[in-house]
Structures are given as C-alpha cells and as structure tokens.
C-alpha cells in the first residue's frame, strides 16, 4: 500500500473508531469525552484524509524525504492526542494533549515544507 493509501486508511480507520465512540458517548451520556472525539475525527479522521489526499493530488510530495517520517509524527501525534484526551477526562490534567497538539503541528508544518518543496522545484 502506498503512502496516500495509508493516509486514508488510517484516517478511515480513526473515523469509524470516532464514530463507534461518539456512540458509546451519546448511549452513556460519558460527554466528558467529547474532546476524545474531537480529536478522532478532526486530527485522526479528517486530517489523515486531507494528507492522503494531497499525496494523491501531488505525487512528488511521496517522494519527499520527509514523506515517512511526517506518517510517523502524525500517527505518533494524533494517538498521543487521544490519550491525552481521555487523560483530561479522567481530571490528570492537560500537558499530555498540550504536548501532543505540539507533535501534530509539527506534521501539519512538515506536510507544509514537503508541498513547498515540491511546488517550487
């Protein structure tokens, strides 16, 4: 499976967990998790789809050299984010999903200097 691919598999993967979860939520009335579910669809979900897309749309951006470590911070960012969320549900506190936010911007910027490269090369 190539790198697009796996975006969206991923990302479709994090849209049916958000989706099974917002039900669980709703059936529960477990609300406090509401910020877990956010993070499942936009972080997970929508953007995995977004960056899948883009690697559809411009090829050259696969071949970058950040491609597969820009997957990896993503993956790494987006889970750290549901944990951290599920943290602050819990009342642990926020540096967790803080620092995971940190960790997805970071791929957002990298998917960013990945298209400027290639959009200008």
Do not use: C
């Not at 972080?43 to 491609?67: M, N």
């Amino acid at each position: 499976m190539d790198l697009a691919s796996r975006y969206v598999f991923v990302g479709l993967l994090w849209l049916v967990a958000a989706m099974v979860e917002g039900l669980w939520m709703g059936v529960t009335g477990a609300t406090q998790y509401l910020n877990l579910h956010i993070v499942m669809v936009l972080s997970g979900g929508v953007l995995g789809i977004v960056f899948g897309t883009l690697l559809r749309a411009w090829p050259k951006l696969a071949g970058d050299g950040w491609a597969g470590r820009q997957f990896i911070v993503w993956n790494v960012g987006v889970l750290a984010q549901a944990v951290g969320a599920i943290v602050r549900a819990w009342g642990w506190g926020d540096a967790l999903i803080g620092s995971a936010s940190v960790v997805v911007l970071a791929a957002a910027f990298m998917m960013l200097a990945m298209f400027y490269r290639s959009a200008t090369a």
